[in-house]
């Protein structure tokens, strides 16, 4: 009597695109690779167009290379009949038709994923079924590796854990000490763009996504933002991330760490990488986009504090935050230490307001689901925060607007970093500034609807009494911070009545927000 032969399904998530892991090093007949474009994922916040698109366009190119390559492949489109729009039940069905005695998947770097799928496992044992965790073995630390490394510390911080990982990875090192005899050149990285030297022309390749854009619109997938269907430009592949990672080393590395802060309403890009998207949904892994890097120093293509601050993005944060989440998590996405519950204006969604960096800032968000670090930071963030915007909301909101966006990454820059919201875990001040700061990277004040000087008037810049404000509303929590105590020391010069003028510009902008 003949038996049929044990199969396993092996799930892939669409942010786990490496053709070069493991899993697919040998062509097996009884191993099924299966990919699925679930409202699931879709539907847990509201995505922007482009990001929809690049992650559905990215896993049906990926499925034919797996095709390609000899794989059996189990795609589930989003408009599939078969399609239960969920991860688990798809998984449940397949099994089922497949006979399958084995599930394999790689570890989700979101948590909830994390979740579900460590849940679902535990019944797949009554019903006969193994199921097996392995490594996406994408990232140089473990999850845990940063809480190990500051345990017993009553603070982490994120120049010693880059130091640590500087070392530990032999990265921009000469012998023990650091290349250039000093561990961070950020000092060197704060000019504002003059215009020269030009932006790079954009070095990614355009697709016509519009019959996949119509079947996301079929299928009753909400979006928001522009999905520039007829020519997309996010990369597919692995080959496509390795042409831009090559043309971002060539033509913009050697710029990038001068204007890497820089603000500009005059161009959307300048000197940055766009690699974000690529290595956070696995195609190119962190250490060989830091090689590239440091060799182009070696050689003597990009000056090292550009090098130095490129790299500390990718080997020093991107770790680092990810460590940070997975440190805290369940709960850290629900912080409110500040207690902010204001909605977002409506013009998050439309970019039309009279202030001309946030129209900058969130009208590119919206055409390109992609803003740099200082604009999601020291722009939009910066506002969020002296508005007192719901946390939970602008989180939800960075979620969804941004190609690169994955919880791991997103939450802890945004609830962390961006908003304060978990206390000083993760940033050891908030990050707020006055129209002063703005003004200075960029070219925004000039010409804009409201006056930079100013802070009372129909015409003030809402950045000044907010900030001001902000200050004064959390001084019980902010007064004692070593790191901002010179703005209190300016606080207690100011007449009460100026500081009563103040209270009442930020009380009257926040009660017309949407109009601002």
């Given at each position: 009597m003949s038996t049929l032969p044990s199969l396993?399904?092996?799930l892939i998530l669409g942010d786990q695109l490496n053709p070069h892991h493991p899993w697919f090093d040998t062509v097996r007949d009884d191993v099924v690779y299966?990919?699925?474009?679930?409202?699931?994922?879709?539907?847990?916040?509201?995505?922007?167009?482009?990001?929809?698109?690049?992650?559905?366009?990215?896993?049906?190119?990926?499925?034919?290379?797996?095709?390609?390559?000899?794989?059996?492949?189990r795609h589930v489109a989003i408009d599939s009949?078969?399609?239960?729009?969920?991860?688990?039940?798809?998984?449940?069905?397949?099994?089922?038709?497949?006979?399958?005695?084995?599930?394999?998947?790689?570890?989700?770097?979101?948590?909830?994923?994390?979740a579900q799928l460590a849940s679902w496992r535990e019944g797949l044992v009554l019903q006969g079924v193994q199921a097996?965790?392995?490594s996406s073995l994408h990232f140089l630390?473990?999850?845990?590796?940063?809480?190990?490394?500051?345990e017993g510390r009553k603070q982490?911080?994120?120049?010693?854990?880059?130091?640590?990982?500087?070392?530990?990875?032999?990265?921009?090192?000469?012998?023990?000490?650091?290349?250039?005899?000093?561990?961070?050149?950020?000092?060197?990285?704060?000019?504002?763009?003059?215009?020269?030297?030009?932006?790079?022309?954009?070095?990614?390749?355009?697709?016509?996504?519009s019959a996949l854009w119509a079947t996301i619109e079929a299928a009753g997938v909400q979006t928001f933002g522009s999905p520039q269907a007829e020519r997309f430009a996010w990369p597919l592949n692995r080959t496509e991330a390795l042409q831009h990672l090559g043309a971002f080393i060539t033509q913009a590395l050697p710029h990038f760490?001068?204007?890497?802060?820089?603000?500009?309403?005059?161009?959307?890009?300048?000197?940055?990488?766009?690699?974000?998207?690529?290595?956070?949904?696995?195609?190119?892994?962190p250490r060989e986009v830091i090689d590239r890097a440091e060799q182009a120093w070696r050689s003597g293509h990009a000056p090292l504090a550009a090098v130095e601050g490129f790299i500390r993005q990718i080997l020093g944060w991107r770790e680092y935050v990810r460590g940070v989440y997975w440190a805290h998590m369940p709960g850290y996405d629900q912080h409110n230490a500040l207690g902010h519950d204001r909605p977002l204006p409506d013009w998050f969604w439309t970019g039309r307001t009279n202030m001309a960096c946030m129209a900058q800032a969130v009208g590119q968000s919206l055409s390109q689901a992609y803003a740099h670090h200082i604009q999601r930071l020291m722009v939009i963030g910066n506002f969020a925060l002296l508005a007192g915007l719901d946390p939970q909301a602008v989180h939800r909101w960075y979620l969804g607007v941004y190609i690169d966006a994955f919880e791991w990454v997103e939450l802890p820059n945004t609830v962390g970093m961006s908003q304060f919201a978990d206390g000083g875990l993760l940033a050891t001040k908030p990050y707020v500034s006055s129209a002063a700061y703005i003004d200075r990277m960029g070219d925004h004040c000039k010409g804009c609807h409201y006056s930079k000087k100013e802070r009372l008037g129909e015409r003030a810049c809402?950045?000044?009494?907010?900030?001001?404000?902000?200050?004064?509303?959390?001084?019980?929590?902010?007064?004692?911070?070593?790191?901002?105590?010179?703005?209190?020391?300016?606080?207690?010069?100011?007449?009460?009545?100026?500081?009563?003028?103040?209270?009442?510009?930020?009380?009257?902008?926040?009660?017309?927000?949407?109009?601002?």
């Open positions: 396993t399904l092996r299966v990919l699925m474009e679930v409202r699931q994922e879709t539907d847990y916040v509201r995505h922007h167009a482009q990001k929809v698109i690049a992650i559905f366009a990215a896993m049906r190119d990926f499925a034919e290379q797996l095709r390609a390559a000899g794989h059996r492949v009949p078969s399609n239960r729009q969920s991860i688990t039940a798809n998984l449940d069905a397949l099994i089922a038709h497949y006979g399958a005695t084995t599930v394999q998947y790689q570890q989700p770097d979101e948590w909830r994923l994390d097996e965790v392995v630390t473990e999850r845990d590796e940063a809480q190990r490394l500051f982490w911080l994120m120049e010693h854990f880059y130091r640590h990982m500087r070392r530990q990875h032999v990265v921009l090192m000469d012998g023990p000490q650091p290349a250039g005899g000093q561990w961070n050149f950020d000092h060197d990285n704060r000019q504002p763009w003059p215009g020269t030297p030009a932006e790079p022309p954009d070095w990614r390749t355009p697709h016509d996504h760490g001068d204007f890497q802060d820089a603000l500009t309403g005059k161009a959307w890009r300048l000197f940055h990488s766009l690699l974000s998207f690529a290595l956070n949904v696995k195609m190119l892994h809402p950045f000044n009494a907010l900030y001001w404000d902000f200050h004064l509303r959390h001084d019980a929590t902010l007064r004692r911070n070593p790191r901002i105590g010179m703005v209190y020391r300016q606080i207690d010069k100011m007449a009460p009545e100026a500081l009563t003028a103040i209270r009442d510009q930020a009380e009257a902008l926040c009660g017309r927000l949407d109009t601002l």
